[in-house]
T-cell receptor
Framework: KNQVEQSPQSLIILEGKNCTLQCNYTVSPFSNLRWYKQDTGRGPVSLTIMTFSENTKSNGRYTATLDADTKQSSLHITASQLSDSASYIC???????????FGKGTKLSVKP | KAGVTQTPRYLIKTRGQQVTLSCSPI?????VSWYQQTPGQGLQFLFE???????NKGNFPGRFSGRQFSNSRSEMNVSTLELGDSALYLCASTPQGFGNEQFFGPGTRLTVL
């Protein structure tokens, strides 16, 4: 069964600290993996899209990694800011029908 | 370039009623997808339209339907509303389809009483 699992479910960190969010998937065949940031009450915004051949991709203070062999991805946030408080959703495109499979997200709270 | 717009932003309905939500994609985007987001289930795919044709469909009952117009604008309809239909409904547009980056609208918050 095609699944995307994210951990932790929620995370609280202090402003200025780094954190890493995890995403494990069992989607096959794999097309690409995406990380989205969703602020409360708003639509998700794309952070990165990674294909099979990409190991690392950065977008400002956000760095995503992908290990296609172990089917794991991580999103690392450096020097967190209060505005990083949001849900982070991992999405894998693939499967026999080429669909998008969504993780349930990690809710990050950055405290001053 | 204007982003994806959704109307209305908030809606309150009662059980048994029906509702129509609207989505205007980014200019030039031909694919529009709809999602339901609830706290317990996260984002769940409803369906995708491309050039006025439904191309993909998720596992939702027939009460959920949609259509796309020649200008790529899309509508989603839910008939015989149930309490469990209360959710944030998001639409996303892409130039061609799932392989491309999706751009989400702000969503319509539907509350069913």
């Amino acid at each position: 069964k095609n699944q995307v699992e994210q951990s932790p479910q929620s995370l609280i960190i202090l402003e200025g600290k780094n954190c890493t969010l995890q995403c494990n998937y069992t989607v096959s065949p794999f097309s690409n993996l995406r990380w989205y940031k969703q602020d409360t009450g708003r639509g998700p915004v794309s952070l990165t899209i990674m294909t099979f051949s990409e190991n690392t991709k950065s977008n400002g203070r956000y760095t995503a990694t992908l290990d296609a062999d172990t089917k794991q991805s991580s999103l690392h946030i450096t020097a967190s800011q209060l505005s990083d408080s949001a849900s982070y959703i991992c999405v894998v495109a693939g499967g026999s029908q080429g669909n998008l499979i969504f993780g349930k997200g990690t809710k990050l709270s950055v405290k001053p | 370039k204007a982003g994806v717009t959704q109307t209305p932003r908030y809606l309150i309905k009662t059980r048994g009623q029906q509702v129509t939500l609207s989505c205007s994609p980014i200019s030039g985007h031909r694919s529009v997808s709809w999602y339901q987001q609830t706290p317990g289930q996260g984002l769940q795919f409803l369906f995708e339209y491309f050039s006025e044709t439904q191309r993909n469909k998720g596992n939702f009952p027939g009460r959920f339907s949609g259509r796309q117009f020649s200008n790529s604008r899309s509508e989603m309809n839910v008939s015989t509303l149930e309490l469990g239909d209360s959710a944030l409904y998001l639409c996303a547009s892409t130039p061609q389809g799932f392989g491309n980056e999706q751009f989400f609208g702000p969503g319509t918050r539907l509350t069913v009483l």
